[in-house]
């Protein structure tokens, strides 16, 4: 699921000429037991996301938002799938 989510991000951050430094992505899910056996009830997507200047922040989380709402994966998953994104703002470093 992770790595879908950042392609998906990516491409999308691509789309929008978002320059970013990187994005690192945890997944947390709720198992819970039914009729059926377990299956996931609710999964946490926790992207890291880091970009070089304040004024794209806004920007960025739209394009997480995105990026979840349009992920194949996230997308055909039953569960509830909550997005919690954490943007970092980095200076370029100049040499």
Known sequence: MASCFIETFK???KASKLDF???EVGVDGSLE???GGLRFTKITLQPVLITY?????ELALRLLAKAERICLVVRSLS????LEPNIL???PVVA
Request: no cysteine; hydrophobic share 40%; glycine share 4%.
């Open 53 to 57: 200047a304040d004024e794209s922040y």
């Open 79 to 82: 569960s509830e799938v909550k």
């Open 11 to 13: 491409a999308v951050a």
């Open 89 to 91: 703002v980095e200076k």
């Open 21 to 23: 430094q990187g994005i």
């Open 33 to 35: 037991k039914d009729a």
